[in-house]
């Protein structure tokens, strides 16, 4: 499986971003049994857990750091999962990457992922 991320840029405090993230190299009904997630890493940091969404585009994780600013959403049809991002604040800066595991029902794990895009960079300035 090979994941691609798209839609990063620079962004002033407060504005918004989506990124995006598609997956090949599987079919649909494969993806679907996919958990996706997003990741980050800033500059001199490890990479942290962003958001995840399971099988079940209800069942859905945030880091509590981008908790009501952050949305994640699938289309399975498409193989994509989005990351909307509102509110986005400086700190918010990084390499943010996508991320696959396929998964058991509604399992929606943060951590031990198989599968990893390349990653795309958001800059927010203050």
């Known amino acids: 499986v090979q994941l691609q991320a798209s839609g990063g840029g620079l962004v002033q405090a407060g504005g918004s971003l989506r990124l995006s993230c598609a997956a090949s190299?599987?079919?649909?009904?494969?993806?679907?049994?996919?958990?996706m997630a997003w990741f980050r890493q800033a500059p001199g940091k490890e990479r942290e857990f962003v958001s995840t969404?399971?099988?079940?585009?209800?069942?859905?994780l945030y880091a509590d750091s981008v908790k009501g600013r952050f949305t994640i959403s699938r289309d399975n049809a498409k193989k994509t999962v989005y990351l909307q991002m509102n509110s986005l604040k400086p700190e918010d800066t990084a390499v943010y990457y996508c991320?696959?595991?396929?998964?058991?029902?509604?399992?929606?794990?943060?951590?031990?992922?198989?599968?990893w895009g390349q990653g795309t960079q958001v800059t927010v300035s203050s």
């Open positions: 991320a696959a595991k396929p998964v058991i029902l509604s399992h929606v794990p943060t951590t031990l992922y198989d599968y």
């Open positions: 190299g599987a079919s649909g009904g494969t993806f679907s049994r996919f958990a």
């Open positions: 969404v399971g099988r079940s585009a209800g069942s859905t």
